[in-house]
């Protein structure tokens, strides 16, 4: 049986705040969404028109709030400023894999592994078993974080086409 996810309404870190958005984040879901250093390593469609990058943060903010529980998605905020955020990619049962985003302009401070860290606590208090996230081999960073975050490699490797590439990804993950 899938386990439901149970957002809450705002989980408060050392420095961060992981919570729900609201209608005002939309200019800032729309850059996160389509900044090209972002969607190099974090997989969303390309997007042809500006209606279309507009239904997908509608669909975001909607995925993010607490009656929703079928979807893990919480903005990730900096003193107020929605720096990034963290969402599934899939739920079977009681295992997750998660995906996560920080602003490049934030990038190298600790905020991804300080978030991730975080929301595997939370998922490990819903009741979920193994958390998984995966990396294209050439985003480091990334596997930095699930290293820091007490994940370990599993023998799981694709190879994924996207945006005209192929690639390697590897994925880490963590059992309880």
């Given at each position: 049986m899938r386990l439901a996810i149970k957002k809450k309404e705002f989980i408060q870190t050392e420095r961060l705040t992981l919570k729900p958005y609201s209608?005002?984040?939309?200019?800032?879901?729309?850059?996160?969404?389509?900044?090209?250093?972002?969607?190099?390593?974090?997989?969303?469609?390309?997007?042809?028109?500006?209606?279309?990058?507009?239904?997908?943060?509608?669909?975001?903010?909607?995925?993010?709030?607490?009656?929703?529980?079928?979807?893990?998605?919480?903005?990730?905020?900096?003193?107020?400023?929605?720096?990034?955020?963290?969402?599934?990619?899939?739920?079977?049962e009681d295992m997750i894999e998660i995906g996560y985003v920080i602003d490049p302009n934030y990038q190298g401070y600790g905020y991804a592994s300080e978030a991730v860290r975080t929301v595997i606590n939370e998922l490990k208090e819903m009741g979920f078993k193994k958390i998984t996230a995966g990396y294209f081999s050439e985003n480091t960073a990334s596997r930095k974080v699930m290293e820091k975050c007490g994940m370990k490699k599993s023998a799981l490797v694709e190879e994924e086409e996207y945006r005209g590439l192929l690639h390697k990804c590897f994925f880490y993950e963590i059992c309880f």
């Open positions: 209608q005002a984040d939309t200019e800032r879901l729309t850059y996160l969404i389509t900044n090209q250093e972002i969607t190099r390593y974090f997989m969303v469609p390309d997007f042809e028109t500006t209606d279309q990058i507009a239904a997908a943060v509608e669909k975001i903010i909607a995925f993010s709030q607490t009656d929703d529980t079928r979807h893990l998605e919480y903005g990730i905020y900096l003193n107020e400023i929605l720096i990034g955020f963290i969402n599934d990619c899939g739920v079977e």
